[in-house]
């Protein structure tokens, strides 16, 4: 039989850790709403619906009665959700992680109308990008890659910053094309504001996917943070599978290997990748 290693760096970062922490406190006093999936993994979601934890909108604020709870995960929020939770009368139950409070803080600072373009590393659309766009009363200039630069003046001043999960390889490509099409006398000035314990996997995987014959790698549909991290072992290991839960496990999978790795994203619990090597040590019985 294979030996079969759970990669003990991987799983939950301190932010979900922490929201997690607070809604598990949370729903032993009773009902929880939690704006958006707490994280982007569907087995956690599940596990916590049980528990009591209703997954709501943005749209469905206006309708919760008067005292809900209502918790904000550790993506953050932009400035208006606080609002519309107070105009409703519902007590705040704030999971923002520190590192994206912190990110907040520093992009309503710097913002003013009249300063300069605030641009942001990130993806259009994710619910940390729509909290960091929110400090610049929504004027913050988004970035996916080095084609969405063509949105930016390089004749303006420019501050960049980068949404917490993103790459630090991608980060300084932003900054290096940005530089080669500023302006001459342009200010620009770019923050590294990258969450350390989410970029230093990228270089803990490859050690650990290039040490095994196979990789299960254990994420969630919605985590942007596991298709970034599940690319870099498929670039050191070809044989790394995504799986999002033990029934997308195949025996083909794991055909010949003699030592196999499971790892995940910062939005997937233990218990699942738990779950999975069970489900490999049970076809390596079964074969």
Request: hydrophobic share 40%; charged share 25%.
């Amino acid at each position: 039989m294979a030996s079969i290693e759970i990669d003990s760096e991987s799983g939950f970062c301190f932010g979900v850790v922490t929201a997690i922490r607070k809604a598990e406190e949370e729903l032993a006093d009773g009902e929880l709403f939690c704006l958006g999936d707490i994280v982007h993994n569907s087995a956690e979601v599940e596990r916590l619906r049980h528990k009591g934890l209703r997954t709501i909108t943005h749209s469905d604020i206006p309708g919760l009665p008067e005292g809900s709870k209502v918790l904000l995960r550790a993506h953050g929020e932009p400035p208006s959700t606080y609002a519309a939770a107070s105009e409703r009368g519902l007590r705040v139950v704030d999971a923002t992680c520190p590192v994206v409070l912190r990110l907040q803080q520093r992009i309503k600072q710097r913002y003013s109308p009249d300063g300069p373009q605030i641009v942001i590393y990130g993806k259009l659309g994710h619910a940390e990008v729509n909290g960091l766009v929110g400090q610049t009363e929504g004027r913050a200039i988004v970035v996916e890659d080095i084609a969405g630069l063509d949105k930016v003046d390089f004749n303006r001043e420019i501050a960049l910053y980068s949404q917490t999960t993103k790459s630090l390889e991608g980060f300084r490509e932003i900054i290096a094309e940005i530089k080669r099409r500023l302006a001459p006398g342009v200010n620009f000035e770019s923050y590294d504001t990258i969450c350390r314990q989410v970029a230093n996997r990228v270089e803990h995987l490859a050690g650990f996917a290039g040490s095994k014959d196979v990789v299960l790698f254990v994420a969630g549909a919605k985590s942007s943070n596991g298709k970034v991290l599940y690319r870099h072992c498929c670039d050191i290991n070809p044989r790394s599978y995504l799986i999002g839960d033990p029934s997308d496990l195949r025996p083909e999978m794991l055909a010949g290997a003699d030592s196999i790795g499971i790892c995940g994203a910062t939005s997937t619990p233990r218990w699942l990748m738990e779950d999975v090597a069970a489900r490999a040590s049970a076809l390596f019985t079964e074969a």
